[in-house]
């Protein structure tokens, strides 16, 4: 089996469009409501409160630049008080399956990359406090 190079693909297409996709997607929230949506359309209130920590502010700029690129469809029923709903479109869904790939794999991970950091940022420390008594003051 040939393993081709899979920056050979880069070379025929426009890598600063490709970053900007990949900046989108890879957005931690943007993410996580992919993940969310990926079982049903849901309101914004549902994804708001299933989201901890993202802001109502960030939750609307979040899915705007996800149906803007065409992963997240925005429904609004003519009721009162209206009713708005977000779903994922076909490529939106296509997109499904890695996130959720990643996040598991996040998921699964998160403890050795916790220790991952605390053993850099210990070595940082003691590598800060030896340079700090090596400099001469004034």
Known sequence: MKVTDPTQDLQHVDCHKIS??????????SVLIIMFLAAR?????????????????MLTLCL???ERD????????AVM???????LTALGRSLTE???????WASQHIADIDVAR????????????????RVPFG
């Open 64 to 66: 705007r630049g996800l």
């Open 81 to 87: 008080p209206p009713h708005v709903e977000y779903d």
């Open 98 to 104: 890695p996130v959720i790939a990643l996040g598991t």
């Open 41 to 57: 359309p849901r309101r914004f209130t549902e994804i708001k409160r299933a989201i901890n920590g993202i802001s109502q502010r």
């Open 118 to 133: 605390e053993a850099f940022d210990a070595r940082e420390a003691v590598g800060n406090a030896e340079g700090a008594a």
């Open 20 to 29: 900007q996709v990949l900046a989108r997607i890879g957005e931690k929230w």
């Open 70 to 77: 065409g992963l997240v469809t925005r429904t609004v029923y």
